[in-house]
């Protein structure tokens, strides 16, 4: 679910609908490609020059779009959706928006910040509609048991000294990409934005629309679910 994007992943952004560019993988600027990052920047915007472009739909804007932020969208896309058919949907409809959207781009935040965003909630909302047809996990069914008080009503297994075992570590992995499938879309969705791509939970809720404490909540809950079902998971491998 976390690999890297691939070569052939990346082609499915050649169905975008055109604009003001062919929307595909090209290459485009390699020096924007390089320098171009999902997330905020210091100073002036780094993407002015690429907004301006999109803001008059000048030719080969989309396309330095996607040169630029095309591989980082898909990464993210990816780790929330768990899989590629939904997370190349998530990108092509996440660019084409911000080729169609541009405008209400203010530059209060860097574009790289602003663009993460509309990728982040598009994936939030694939995987969203995905579980409608689907069951809903209640987290009440998982959870350990708390007391009034919010403590533990019973201790949780230590399995964390197995991760060493270089035997069980792939299993642990797939343990753990299953336990991540299963969390609701907005557990995993927190879980993937603080936890591998590292955001802070000011970021995370900005990113969602939520509060931070309802970020930390849900986070913690999401850790806790895991953790529970990696416990699980390591006592039927002995």
């Keep these: 679910m976390i690999e890297a994007v691939g070569d052939s992943a990346m082609g499915g952004l050649n169905m975008m609908p055109q604009s ?72 092509q409809d996440a660019l084409w928006a911000v080729v169609q959207k541009i405008d209400s781009f203010r530059g209060d935040a860097a574009f790289g910040s602003w663009f993460y965003r509309v990728v982040a909630n598009a994936a939030y909302q694939k995987i969203r509609g995905r579980q409608r047809r689907g069951r809903e996990l209640a987290l009440g069914e998982v959870l350990p048991l708390f007391d009034e008080k919010g403590r533990h009503m019973a201790p949780m297994a230590d399995w964390s000294p197995h991760v060493d075992n270089p035997e069980i570590r792939a299993e642990l992995r797939m343990a753990l990409t299953a336990a991540i499938d299963e969390l609701p879309a907005a557990y995993r969705t927190v879980l993937v934005l603080r936890d591998v791509e590292g955001r802070s939970s000011r970021e995370v809720a900005n990113t969602l629309g939520l509060s931070i404490p309802l970020v930390k909540t849900r986070l913690h809950r999401a850790r806790l679910f895991l953790r529970k079902r990696l416990g699980y998971s390591m006592t039927t491998m002995h």
């Design 20 to 91: 003001t560019g062919a929307l595909d993988s090209r290459p485009g600027t390699a020096v924007q490609a390089r320098h171009g990052a999902v997330g905020g920047t210091q100073g002036r915007d780094r993407d002015a020059g690429l907004v301006d472009l999109l803001r008059f739909g000048a030719p080969g804007a989309t396309e330095q779009l996607i040169a630029t932020y095309g591989e980082r969208a898909y990464r993210l896309a990816i780790r929330v959706t768990g899989n590629a058919p939904d997370a190349e949907e998530v990108v």
